[in-house]
């Protein structure tokens, strides 16, 4: 019988490199960033090298520097429009999101009439405070006539 080997090397075969990039790599965006800024505060040429690796790498537009290995079932986000195999689960499933559904529609719609009445009523404010003011014309009328 023979002993199964890893594919990865292990740790003591990897460079220092390598084992600093996996660190990082395991505590995230945040971590690549503090080590650039660190990498400028000491020694500036260093954050320089970070910074452009980062982008080389592509580091810096991942949602997260170990986003392929994160959450494997955040991938299948349309898992719940499939059938679970239970009738009775599915046709609550479907009335339920039937139901959400036109909720969400009518709630919308009331938003919607609710937004046209508040439109309405401070057209209609400014309109009456409009009616109310004096015009410039008849103040500057006024203002002739008391002068003389």
């Excluded at 349309?78 to 559904?101: H, I, V, W």
């Amino acid at each position: 019988m023979t002993a199964m080997t890893s594919p990865t090397p292990g740790h003591s075969q990897q460079g220092w490199f390598t084992r600093s990039e996996a660190w990082l790599d395991e505590k995230g965006k945040g971590a690549w960033i503090a080590a650039m800024v660190l990498g400028f505060v000491f020694f500036w040429p260093i954050g320089l090298a970070l910074l452009f690796y980062m982008i080389w790498s592509k580091r810096m537009f991942n949602k997260s520097c170990r986003s392929q290995n994160r959450k494997p079932w955040a991938k299948h986000g349309m898992a719940a429009m499939k059938p679970s195999g239970n009738s009775a689960f599915d046709a609550y499933k479907e009335d339920t999101l039937r139901r959400l559904e036109q909720e969400q529609s009518d709630f919308e719609s009331f938003m919607q009439r609710l937004r046209e009445a508040k439109d309405k009523a401070e057209f209609d404010q400014f309109m009456d405070e409009r009616s109310t003011m004096p015009s410039p014309e008849a103040s500057d009328e006024e203002s002739a006539e008391k002068s003389h």
